[in-house]
């Protein structure tokens, strides 16, 4: 009985990870290069399944007509030409088909960048993500904002090694290269929340390295940019000003950039706004006091490899600290 359950509970379990990887699959279109791939993908399918159907027909006709019997000498050992004529033509031409498929596909996904400003630029680092957009002279980090139902084009870059930009239902993937900047074209369908990765093996915390797209139709996308134009709001309260001092003393501002005061690193990411972000570190914890307190405690016993270095916080600093982040909305 307890096995009967146990199976049961194993299969139940399966079935939500099963579901869970479909949930955010290449196979679920959520952009028109992700529609213009997998419709490609489809015929790949039917060609396959049809290939299939016709080797398992021919391989039991074969087996059935041509098996050893007793009293039969003269069985055929050759086929007919027709067959072979068939059998090497109707292949090959599937080839050329999917040939001119592929290429076809490949121009409507990735027509040339050539001449054309980016309308986002996306940088990868160890083990986070910049994001500038140009032309309204904003910069952000990690949590990646992007219009709905507009064809914008993404350069990407890379500050240390070879990263890789993955979200499974906007179906493009591509490499970000030190030294190099690759565009890609990207026409999401609908506002809402994507989940990608990292999917090139960037080092300790390459696992760790989350993308979050966040879509927004135009209105709410203009309002977002008006709203990352404006400098860090810096309240007058007691112990958000004592972390904003704490926060210089410390040289926080080599690393990280907060528009409207000293601070203009950009080793680490852009902290103007961070008090507004939904996530911390590329979407492993949730942007609250505590966990944000955490981090500043321990850095590497949260992301261990991180190039957060420990500054060994009393209590207090802790607190100040954390206020003064959270406070930058």
């Known amino acids: 009985m307890c096995t009967v359950a146990y199976t049961f509970f194993m299969i139940n379990k399966m079935l939500h990870i099963i579901l869970g990887i479909f949930a955010t699959s290449t196979l679920q279109s959520s952009s ?19 290939i299939l159907l016709v080797v398992a027909v021919l391989t039991a006709y074969m087996v059935i007509k041509y098996r050893r019997r007793e009293g039969v000498t003269n069985a055929k ?25 592929t290429i076809k596909t490949m121009h409507r996904v990735l027509p040339p960048a050539e001449g054309k400003n980016p309308d986002v630029i996306v940088i990868g680092h160890q083990w986070w993500w910049q994001t ?10 990690n949590e990646i904002h992007l219009p709905a139902g507009k064809t914008i084009l993404i350069q990407l ?21 030190p030294g190099n900047e690759n565009d890609i074209w990207l026409t999401i369908k609908k506002p809402g929340v994507y989940i990608g990765a990292c999917s090139e093996f960037c080092g ?54 907060i528009n409207g005061t000293d601070a203009n690193g950009e080793a680490g990411p852009d902290l103007t706004h961070i008090g507004s972000r939904k996530t911390l570190l ?41 206020a003064y982040l959270t406070a930058l909305k």
């Not at 028109?32 to 049809?50: D, H, K, P, T, V």
């Not at 590329?282 to 991180?306: A, F, S």
């Open 32 to 50: 028109q290069q992700a529609e213009e791939i997998n419709r490609l993908l489809n015929y790949f399918f039917w060609a396959a399944g049809f």
């Open 77 to 101: 050992k050759q086929l007919n030409k027709k067959w072979e004529i068939a059998m090497i033509g109707v292949p090959s031409l599937l080839v050329a088909l999917f040939f001119y498929l």
């Open 132 to 141: 500038i957009y140009p032309t309204h002279h904003v910069i952000s980090a």
């Open 157 to 177: 870059q890379s500050a240390d090694v070879i990263h890789d930009w993955w979200i499974p239902q906007f179906g493009n993937k591509m490499d970000a290269v």
């Open 204 to 257: 300790a915390q390459h696992a760790g390295m989350r993308l979050r797209v966040i879509a927004q139709d135009q209105q709410d996308y203009d309002k977002w940019l008006a709203a990352q134009q404006q400098p860090a709001a810096i309240s007058q309260d007691t112990l958000i000003q004592s972390g904003a001092q704490l926060f210089a003393q410390y040289t926080c501002g080599g690393c990280h950039r």
């Open 282 to 322: 590329t979407g492993l914890m949730t942007n609250n006091p505590h966990n944000l307190m955490q981090w500043l405690k321990d850095p590497q016993k949260i992301k261990p490899g991180v190039h957060m270095p420990d500054f060994f916080l009393d209590e207090h600093s802790l607190k100040a600290l954390t």
